[in-house]
């Protein structure tokens, strides 16, 4: 059945200044609904039979372009409702309009999004849409701006922006990655209408290519974990090293909060950070044995990285950034010593485990190209979907 949309004047309700109020009346499956326009008018000065004002009503002009305007905001959502094939009725299609917009810049957005990723202690993904932000405020001057402002023509001159800046290329995909999901962040929380989103048109995908090989041969993995440290640092670099590799390519924030908890009847069971998915890694013998050797009774982690000092997710955050810095440098000069073809970083030893387990015949797919991913999610993916007796035995193959 088809909506009708007019105003009226309710003639049977008088106000105390002898007008009646115009009524914006919806008509729809039998049923009408009344919402006032917020303006009354004195019956005299109504034309009932053409609903509108007569001629010589003073605010003719007035009143006619305000009622044009709002039954166009009524007919539009009408229009929205049946192209999408939406079902609604006459009091839905009030709700619908009358419904109140959040009305917040990005500059807002941006802060509640950052606000809520702090809230939940991931402070170092707080920190990289914090550096995005300051990024598109430096382009910018300011984000004052509803999103509504950001279609494609803006997006483009902000990526021709980043690229003077001599930015490399997975670089501007980070930040307009991050501009995405707090622009789907907006959507759903009903600040900008989806109709608005610039990314089915820009498509982020663009900017990506592959990444530096970042594994290395066995021969080079064992001459790495046999490599004998000439200071307290560097041995601590090397069996961090070699822990991250023989223990599934835990990453080395992960291995700094891990505690006597995570260990049961050998193996290690410990929650990812990034993710918040449960990792389950039978311990090898020489895994263990690093376990023991930094064993301290007065520390409850397992690795001389964090302590009862560090008790905020600030604190640990700071140490962890500060220590991997540390260890990274001191893996590098090793690295150069035992020319080693690329910078030695304990991220190495992730995609080293991943290579060799798809050498030693495990399911490709579920490697997805030895870590050769644009996500950790796909890590995920794949630890998971290993059977415990197709894991162990390929990770036998690991020495």
Known sequence: MSTTISVVCYKSKVLKNNESPLMLRICKDGKRKYESIGISILPSLWDFKQNKPTRKCPNKEYIERLIAEKVKVYTDKVIEFKSQEKEFTATSLMEKVNKPVKRKTVQEVFNQYIQELESANRLRYA??????????????????????DMDTIWLKR?????????????????????LRVIYNFAIEEKIVKSEYYPFNSFKVSKLSQTTAKRSIQKDEILSVLNYQGQTPLECLAIDLFTFSYL??????????????DNILENRLIYIRKKTQKQIKVSLQEQAIKLIQKYSMPDNPYLFPILSNFHKTEQQKVNRI??????????LKEIGERLNIPIDLTTYVARHSFATVLKRSGVNTSLICEALGHSSERVTQIYLDSFGNDQMEDAMKNLL
């Open 127 to 148: 920190d990289m849409y914090k550096c995005t932000m300051h990024s598109l405020i430096k382009f910018n001057k300011h984000l004052d701006i509803p999103f509504s």
């Open 158 to 178: 902000y990526e021709v922006w980043l690229q003077s800046q001599g930015l490399a290329i997975n670089t501007l995909g980070t930040r307009f990655r991050h």
């Open 247 to 260: 223990a599934a390519g835990i990453n080395f924030g992960d291995i700094a909060r891990l505690t006597k």
């Open 321 to 330: 950034h500060k220590i991997i810095a540390k260890v990274n440098k001191s």
